[in-house]
Each structure stands twice: as structure tokens, then as C-alpha cells.
């Protein structure tokens, strides 16, 4: 039995790439300081504030949440309504049921309401619904932020999306994404500043801070996600760091240490406003408003 390195009980969870075993108490006290530090590292955001979750409902997003909360910083939530039938309906129930509990607001909206649910998009537009709903998510969280106030938004990616994304961009050589891969985005051109506190936080122990919490999360993924790739990479990733522990974490933060600074050198793209509904874009009309102006026309299509 592995006692907890710093009070000695019996320890409930060992982090093999730290070397460190840990009792309950301690392990929330690690993941807590965890965040804290890559938050002050990065110059994230301060206690002054006002930080916007982006919450799905998973354990990810709402360990963010109930550690930034914890940790005293000022964070409310928003949860975009996807309108994926019993997974968005279970998704919303908890992630409100969450926010009551923590005395904090919780915004939500509803694609429905502002263009169109997933479903119905993937059928019109014939591309993946991954691919869709990643577009409308970054310009609606964009835009909610900016409406609501807040000045940073921050996501529950964590360090497996984040090695996976990595290695999706290596495999392609996706110069353009390498360079915008960052655990801070900056404001600036009509983006509010976007951040990724866990992003040194294995899903493993997003799921054990959520579960040693009591947080009430959906366990189920997206029912559009079986199949992606960077599903494939996740796996692949922890099968390395089931032999090499630590591998996940060297991936990432050497990137980010020796390949970042070199990428970030390079001009990056022009941004302007939208010419119809102002947020920001590289071409005349935004890709939202394009997929509006698509979804009218196939209206009008099938009125005539
Ligand atoms: P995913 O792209 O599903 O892996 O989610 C990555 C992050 O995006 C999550 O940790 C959340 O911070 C945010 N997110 C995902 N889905 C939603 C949603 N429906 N509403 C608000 N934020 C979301
Ligand atoms: Fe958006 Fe699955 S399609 S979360
Ligand atoms: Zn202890
Ligand atoms: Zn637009």
C-alpha cells in the first residue's frame, strides 16, 4: 500500500509521471495548485477578472469551474445548447444543476435560437458535425463573452487534447495551427482572450479531481465524436505513456518551450470585421454568417 507523501495516510490515487502518491485531501490540494501555477505561468487572468467557463457538462469543463472557484478567481459559466438530443438535454441538466450548487451564474444559449441545431446542420451542410460545431462554439463563445462583459474565456482543454491536437498538427505539418497552438490566445481584433488552464492536467486526473469532488458530470462523449481522429491520437499517446510515463507531458511542453517561440516569429494572418455581423474573420463575411446565408438560400429552395 502506497502512503500519501505528504501526511503519509494511505494514499487513494499515484501519479506515475510525478512520482507521487496522495491522499485525498493532498491530491485536491495538487490539482488545485496545479492550475494555479500554469494560470500565473502563462499570465492567464487574475482575481480581478471576470473569467468566462465554457461548460459542456463534462468532467473536464466542471473541475475547471469548482478549482478556479476554489482558487477565489471570479468565474461564471456559459453553456451552448448544441441541441444534440438526450446529450445535449442531460449535458444542460447537469451543468446547471452544478452551477446552482456553486452559487455562480451559468449563461445559456441555444444554437436553435441563433442558427440551427447540430443535427439538422450536419444534413445541410454535409461536412463532419465535429467540424460545424467547433466553428459555431469558438464564434459564439467569442461573441457571448464580449456581450457579457468578461474578459477572459477559459476552456477545460486538457493536456491529452492538447498532445493529440499536437501530434494531428505534426503528422500534417499544419504550420498555421502549430503557431496558434498556445494555452493563451490573446485579445486583440475583436477576439476576447481565450485560455486553457488545464492544459497540464491529464484527462486521467481531470477524472479523478471531478469523482474525489463530488462534481456530478456526463460521462457520455458527443455521439458525433466516435470515429474522430484525434481519438485515434489519444489512444496511441497513452499507450507511449503507459510504457513511458511523462511522455504526454514532454510532448507538449517542449513544443511549447523550443518550437512555439520560432513559430510565433512568422506574420500572423490579417483579421478585419465581419461586414455583417462584426466579429472577426480573415475574410470579407465570417464563416457563421456564411453558413447562414446557406441555410436561408436552402430555405428559400425548398419554399419555391
Ligand atoms: P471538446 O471540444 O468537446 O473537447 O471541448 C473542449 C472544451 O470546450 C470543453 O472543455 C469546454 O470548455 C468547451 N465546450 C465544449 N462543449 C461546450 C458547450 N456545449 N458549451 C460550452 N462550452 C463547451
Ligand atoms: Fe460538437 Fe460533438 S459535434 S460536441
Ligand atoms: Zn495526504
Ligand atoms: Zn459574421
Redesign the pocket.
Known sequence: MKRCAKCSQRAVVYLPHHRLALCKGHYLEWFERRVERTIKEFRMFSKEDRVL????G?K??LS?WHALHKLGYQADG?????GIGEYSKL?EEKAKKFAQGLGRTLHVIRLKDLVEDIPTLKEIEKRPACSVC?NL?RYY?NKSAKELGFSVIA???NLD?ESATLMGNVLSWNLGYLQRQYPVLKEGNGFVKKVKPLCLITEKESALYALLSGIDFVEEE?PYSVGASSIEYKLLLSQIEEKSPGTKLRFYLEFLRKIQPLLRREESLELKPCSICGEPTSADVCTVCRLKQRLTLSEKGQGS
Open positions: 467557463v465554457a461548460v459542456s463534462g473536464d469543463s475547471l456559459l453553456y451552448i445548447n448544441l449535458s467547433g462554439k463563445m476552456t477545460g482543454h487534447d458527443c
